[in-house]
């Protein structure tokens, strides 16, 4: 997982061998403490990157860019971000 607070955007690369299916899987803002579900249904395909944006320039175009709000979410001064899977166990963490 990378984050780019400036541009508001979180990048996912799906490194496994397999599909996974991000379905109730939770990005969050810990400074802001705001959170990002992911749409039922989501699958990120192997091999496959998903950005996951926000800010006045927040794309909508799935599967590869998911639009999370057009408010700005990240903390530009820094802003730790967590990425939980459906079972509410933390998969990644940026600092």
């Known amino acids: 997982m990378k984050v780019d607070l400036a541009k508001e955007i979180v990048t996912l ?5 397999k599909d996974i299916t991000l ?3 939770k990005l969050v803002s810990v400074n802001g403490n705001q959170t990002y579900t992911f749409p039922t249904g989501y699958v990120l395909k192997k091999g496959a990157t998903v950005y996951i944006t926000s800010g006045p320039k927040a794309r909508n175009q799935p599967p590869a860019y998911l639009k999370w709000t057009t408010a700005n979410i990240w ?3 820094g802003d730790p971000a ?4 459906a079972k509410g166990l933390m998969i990644s963490e940026v600092k």
């Open 13 to 17: 690369k799906n490194i496994d061998v």
């Open 75 to 77: 903390n530009n001064a």
């Open 82 to 85: 967590r990425l939980y899977d």
């Open 23 to 25: 379905t109730g899987w």
